[in-house]
C-alpha cells in the first residue's frame, strides 16, 4: 500500500497567514491527489483534485501543488473558517490511502 | 443536489454484524463508483472499500478483507457495507462517498455523506 506523510501534524497560525501543509507519498503517483478539509462533526469537504485543480466553489485562496511523490497544500491568507483538519489521499492505485492529518489551529 | 445519507449504524457486540445503508438522490447513481471511508474515534481518515458502477469489481483495505462486503443496489440507488465479525477497532463513524468516475485511478471522493457511527462493545 502507498503510505502518505503529511507535515506538520500540528499547525497554529494567524488570520491573515499564508501556510504551507506538505504531504510525502512512499511511491509515485503521478498526480492522483486530492486534498479535503474536515471541521469537528462534519463530514470532509473536497477542495483540491489531480493536486492542483480547485473544486468548483472553493475559495482562490486555496491551491496546491506538486507530482510525483512531493505535493503541498497552501492557503494564501488564512480566514477564520480556514481552521480545520487537512487530508490529503492518494488516488493512484487502491487502497486509496489517507495521511494522517494536519491540524491547523488559531494562534 | 446531490445527497448520500447513511444508515444502519449503531452498537454491536464484537464478533456480531451490521449492515451499513448508504441512500443516493441527486445525480446518476449507475455511473458512479461508491466507497465507504471510516473515521475512528478522535483519529484520521481511513479507506475501507470501493464498488464500480455495475458491482463487478471491488476492493477492500487489508484489515476488513474476509469480513466486510461491498454491493450495490442501483434500481433503489443504494450502496451497502456488510460488517461481519465486527471488532473494538472497527468501531468508527463510517461516510459513504460518491465517486467521479466509474473506478480506478483518478476517482475522486466529491460528495460525501453525513457520516454513521458504529460502536461495537460488550
Known amino acids: 500500500d502507498i503510505q502518505l506523510t503529511q507535515s506538520p501534524s500540528f499547525l497554529s497560525a494567524s488570520v491573515g497567514d499564508r501556510v504551507t501543509i506538505t504531504c510525502r507519498a512512499s511511491q509515485g503517483i503521478s498526480s492522483y491527489l486530492a486534498w479535503y478539509q474536515q471541521k469537528p462533526g462534519k463530514a470532509p469537504k473536497f477542495l483540491i483534485y489531480a493536486a492542483s485543480t480547485l473544486q468548483s466553489g472553493v475559495p482562490s485562496r486555496f491551491s496546491g501543488s506538486g507530482s510525483g511523490t512531493e505535493f503541498t497544500l497552501t492557503i494564501s491568507s488564512l480566514q477564520p473558517e480556514d481552521f480545520a483538519t487537512y487530508y490529503c489521499q492518494q488516488l493512484n492505485s487502491y487502497p486509496f490511502t489517507f495521511g494522517q492529518g494536519t491540524r491547523l489551529e488559531i494562534k | 443536489e446531490v445527497q448520500l445519507l447513511e444508515s444502519g449504524g449503531g452498537l454491536v457486540q464484537p464478533g456480531g454484524s451490521l449492515r451499513l445503508s448508504c441512500a443516493a438522490s441527486?445525480?446518476?447513481?449507475?455511473?458512479?463508483?461508491m466507497t465507504w471511508v471510516r473515521q475512528a474515534p478522535g483519529k484520521g481518515l481511513e479507506w475501507v472499500s470501493v464498488?464500480?458502477?455495475?458491482?463487478?469489481?471491488?476492493y477492500y483495505t487489508d484489515s476488513v478483507k474476509g469480513r466486510f462486503t461491498i454491493s450495490r443496489d442501483n434500481s433503489k440507488n443504494t450502496l451497502y457495507l456488510q460488517m461481519n465479525s465486527l471488532r473494538a477497532e472497527d468501531t468508527a463513524v463510517y461516510y459513504c462517498a460518491k465517486g467521479v468516475g466509474s473506478y480506478g485511478s483518478g476517482n475522486y471522493h466529491d460528495y460525501w455523506g453525513q457520516g454513521i457511527l458504529v460502536t461495537v462493545s460488550s
Open positions: 441527486g445525480f446518476t447513481f449507475t455511473n458512479y463508483a
Open positions: 464498488i464500480s458502477v455495475s458491482g463487478d469489481f471491488t
